[in-house]
């Protein structure tokens, strides 16, 4: 489960956020959190959209370091 939130500072233009939460509902991985500053957002709709994709890389972050423990732990018992 991933929660997102972007934003875009109206006194600055083009000054945004966007932030992820990563909450797995696996016990491989604990709670990860990540965000990124940006200087070349146009508004808030366009900072919410970058959000969701640093919410998909996590995912895809995520999936892949689960699956690789779970090959190298099926490996260690063969």
Do not use: W
């Amino acid at each position: 489960m991933i929660f997102t939130d972007g934003s875009v500072n109206d006194e600055y233009s083009g000054i945004g956020s966007c932030a992820a939460l990563l909450i797995p509902l696996e016990s491989c991985e604990t709670k990860v959190n990540q965000s990124e500053v940006f200087s070349v957002l146009a508004d808030s709709t366009e900072a919410e959209v970058c959000s969701i994709g640093l919410a998909l890389d996590m995912a895809i972050q995520i999936q892949y370091f689960c699956t690789r423990q779970e090959l190298d732990h099926r490996d260690q018992l063969g």
